[in-house]
C-alpha cells in the first residue's frame, strides 16, 4: 500500500525478512528492529502507520513495549499487532490488556488473518460520505432465522456459535443481534454494556472499522467469541439509523472469519439484504401448527429473494416439548428437509440461559451438547461449501 508505512519487530532475522519481504510486494514502506529498543527507537522517530511485532522480545516485556508506545504522544494511535511466537493464553491476554490492535500467532493462519487485518486498517479509514454501502465480504455470514417467536433461534444461535469457536480457536467468530425492536443476546450470554448495534449504527462509518469492532466487542465469559448486542429496548430499537445495519454487517465481514447473525423473526426491509447475502440461513422450527404454517410462508418469500433451498439448513427445536406433528409432516408443509432435531431439554436449557452459560459448558455430556457440537461442524462445512460454489459460479 502505497504512503504506509509498517515497522516489523522480531528477534528472529528469518521471520522479520519473511515479512518484509511479503509486505514490500504489497507495496508498504518497511522498517525493520531485532530489538524492544531499537523498536521503540524506530517508532518515535519514524511514526509509522503498523508496528507489527513478536511479543517475545528479549529486551523488553511485552507490556512494557505495549505501553511506552501506547503512552507516547508519537505513537499513541499507531495499530498495534502482535504476531506471536507464543501461542499460550497469558501472552496474549497480557498484550491485549496492555493495548495491542490484534493478537496473532504464528501459525499457517496467521498469514491469511494478518492479511485480513492490513485490507482492513487501510481501507476503512474512510470518511463517512465516501464508506462503501458494504465492504467486499470475505467471512462467513451465518444467519439464524425463524417464522414465529419463543422457537429458540437466540438460544441455538448463542450456543452454535460458541461450538464454532471451540471447534477453531484460531476463527474469529462474531455474534450480531439484529432482532428489532429488541435483543435478546445479551441476556443471553450476559453481556449488557453500553455498547449496542444501536449505539454502533449512531457512530460515523469510518470509526467502525475491524480495529474498532476487535477493541470494542465484548467477548462475554465462556462464550469465547465476541458479541455486538442488540436493541436494549424498544424505543432505542425503533429510532436504529437502519440504513447503516447493511454496512456495519459488511464491516464484520471483512473483520471476522464468521459472522453469525441473529435476525429472529424481524424479516425486513433492513434484513433483506443480509438474508440475500447470507452463505447459510439456519431455519429454526418447532412442530406446532402455527409455527410450520409460518415457516412455509417465510419458505415462500424466501424464494421469491432469490434465496436457494441448498442455502437454507433447517433445525426442528423442540423448545416446547410439545409435538403437534411428526418431523416427516413438517417437512412435507415446509417443502424443505429438516437436518437436525434438537432435543427437549426441560429446564435444563432455560437454566444455562439464565446463568449466561453455554449448553456445552453446563451440560457437557447431554445429548443436546453432541448435537450442538455435530451441527455447528455441518454448519461451518456447508457454509464453506455454499461459498466456494458461488465462487464457482461467478
Ligand atoms: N431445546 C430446548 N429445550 C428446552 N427449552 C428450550 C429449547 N430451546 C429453547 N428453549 C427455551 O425456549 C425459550 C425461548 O428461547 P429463545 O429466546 O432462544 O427463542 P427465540 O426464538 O429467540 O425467541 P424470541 O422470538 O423471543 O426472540 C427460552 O426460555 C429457552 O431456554
Ligand atoms: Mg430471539
Known amino acids: 500500500m502505497v504512503g504506509k508505512t509498517i515497522l516489523i519487530v522480531d528477534e528472529n532475522p528469518a521471520s522479520r525478512i519473511f515479512l518484509a519481504k511479503y509486505l514490500r510486494a504489497k507495496q508498504f514502506e518497511i522498517l525493520e528492529a531485532p530489538t524492544g529498543k531499537e523498536a521503540l527507537i524506530l517508532a518515535w522517530s519514524h511514526e509509522p502507520d503498523l508496528v507489527l511485532f513478536d511479543p517475545v522480545l528479549a529486551d523488553i516485556p511485552e507490556k512494557k513495549f505495549i505501553q511506552k508506545l501506547r503512552n507516547d504522544a508519537r505513537t ?44 482492513h486498517v487501510f481501507t476503512t479509514e474512510t470518511p463517512e460520505e465516501d464508506a462503501p454501502e458494504a465492504a467486499e465480504k470475505s467471512g462467513l455470514l451465518i444467519v439464524f432465522l425463524s417464522a414465529k417467536g419463543g422457537t429458540g433461534t437466540s438460544s441455538l444461535c448463542a450456543n452454535l456459535a460458541m461450538n464454532i469457536q471451540q ?5 474469529r467468530v462474531v455474534v450480531a443481534d439484529l432482532v428489532l425492536p429488541i435483543g435478546s443476546i445479551g441476556p443471553i450470554v450476559g453481556s449488557e454494556g453500553a455498547l449496542n448495534l444501536v449505539t454502533v449504527a449512531d457512530l460515523p462509518a469510518g470509526e467502525t472499522n475491524a480495529a474498532y469492532f476487535y477493541k470494542n466487542l465484548p467477548k462475554p465469559e465462556g462464550w469465547q467469541y465476541q458479541v455486538l448486542t442488540g436493541s436494549p429496548d424498544p424505543e432505542h430499537g425503533n429510532s436504529i439509523k437502519g440504513e447503516r445495519i ?13 459472522v453469525i447473525l441473529d435476525i429472529g423473526r424481524s424479516l425486513s426491509r433492513i434484513s433483506r439484504p443480509l438474508i440475500q447475502k447470507a452463505d447459510l440461513i439456519v431455519l429454526i422450527v ?109
Open 76 to 119: 499513541e494511535k499507531v495499530r498495534l499487532v502482535a504476531l506471536s511466537s507464543d501461542p499460550g493464553p497469558a501472552r496474549r491476554e497480557s498484550c491485549l490488556s496492555a493495548g495491542v490492535d490484534e493478537y496473532l500467532v504464528k501459525s499457517s493462519q496467521a498469514i491469511p488473518s494478518l492479511e485480513q487485518i492490513l485490507k
Open 167 to 171: 471447534s477453531q480457536p484460531e476463527a
Open 246 to 258: 447493511n454496512q456495519i454487517v459488511g464491516m464484520l465481514c471483512s473483520a471476522y472469519d464468521f
Open 286 to 394: 418447532s412442530t406446532d401448527q402455527s409455527t410450520v404454517k409460518l415457516t412455509k410462508t417465510v419458505y415462500d418469500y424466501l424464494q421469491t429473494q432469490r434465496v436457494n433451498s441448498q442455502n437454507i439448513y433447517v433445525i426442528l427445536n423442540r423448545a416446547l416439548g410439545l409435538e403437534g406433528m411428526t418431523k416427516s409432516q413438517a417437512e412435507e408443509i415446509i417443502g424443505l428437509p429438516i437436518k437436525t432435531t434438537m432435543p427437549y431439554m426441560g429446564g435444563n436449557f432455560a437454566l444455562a440461559n439464565n446463568l449466561n452459560q453455554p449448553i456445552t459448558l453446563k451440560y457437557p455430556t447431554d445429548t443436546a451438547s453432541i448435537i450442538l457440537k455435530g451441527v455447528a461442524e455441518e454448519i461451518v462445512n456447508l457454509a464453506r461449501r455454499m461459498r466456494q460454489e458461488t465462487q464457482t459460479a461467478s
